[in-house]
């Protein structure tokens, strides 16, 4: 029971550019949304998270969006840098329960 | 780095077998979670532990089994182990007084394969 989904496994964007990772949800009872960077041989790591009762969070580069009414979650990376390379996952809270999309592996190209 | 560590880093086991496995949190951080994540998945959420006691847990049978302990470390134990339970399992420590908004320090994981 996907209730967290990431539709795109990759992403490829050139140094400077925008990036935007999607993320889609099922659940309306989700109370706080959050985006985790990975890399390699490494545990994920927080970036910036959301609570449902806002529609965008900035912090740096980096400003999630939330879109309650398509249940729809975006992080953009403005401007991307080679060192983003990574897979991001978007997660999401309820009920003392917490859900992970599959991943989006961003490339950077310099 | 987040001072979260895990042991050990891989790990193999045979079908029917037992595996205990370690985590060690920040000082301090008094909630851990354990979370399983197969190849080419998202972390799949096992279950949370606050003050030694489990207070939240996802679609894993009983054989999933976890303890915490009073410094700050943790163990995550599987029973009759199944070749699906082949995967990474991450842990995730917390500063928090229970609540589920408080920023999670991953460990880099502990590699099972099932043989």
């Known amino acids: 029971d996907q209730q967290v989904k990431q539709n795109s496994p990759s992403l490829s964007v050139q140094e400077g550019r925008i990036s935007i990772l999607n993320c889609d949800y099922t659940n309306s009872m989700f109370d706080y949304f959050l985006w985790y960077k990975k890399y390699p041989a490494e545990g994920p790591t927080f970036l910036i998270s959301?609570?449902?009762?806002?529609d965008k969070n900035e912090d740096g580069r980096f400003t999630v969006f939330l879109n309650k009414s398509a249940k729809h979650l975006s992080l953009h990376i403005v401007p991307s840098q080679p060192g983003d390379s990574a897979v991001y996952f978007c997660?999401?809270?309820?009920?003392?329960?917490?859900?992970f999309g599959s991943g989006t592996k961003l490339n950077v190209k310099p | 780095e987040t001072g979260v560590t895990q042991s050990p880093t891989h790990l193999i086991k045979t079908r029917g077998q037992q595996v205990t496995l370690r985590c060690s949190s920040q000082?301090?951080?008094?909630?851990v979670s354990w979370y399983q994540q197969a190849l080419g998945q998202g972390p799949q959420f096992i279950f949370q532990y606050y003050r030694e006691e489990e207070n939240g847990r996802g679609n894993f049978p009983p054989r999933f089994s976890g303890l915490q302990f009073p410094n700050y470390s943790s163990e995550l134990n599987v029973n009759a182990l199944e070749l699906d339970d082949s995967a990474l399992y991450l842990c995730?420590?917390?500063?928090?007084?229970?609540?589920?908004?408080?920023?999670?320090?991953f460990g880099p994981g502990t590699r099972l394969t099932v043989l």
């Open positions: 959301i609570s449902s009762i806002k």
């Open positions: 000082s301090g951080h008094n909630t």
């Open positions: 995730a420590s917390s500063l928090t007084s229970g609540g589920w908004t408080d920023t999670q320090y």
């Open positions: 997660a999401a809270t309820s009920l003392n329960k917490f859900y």
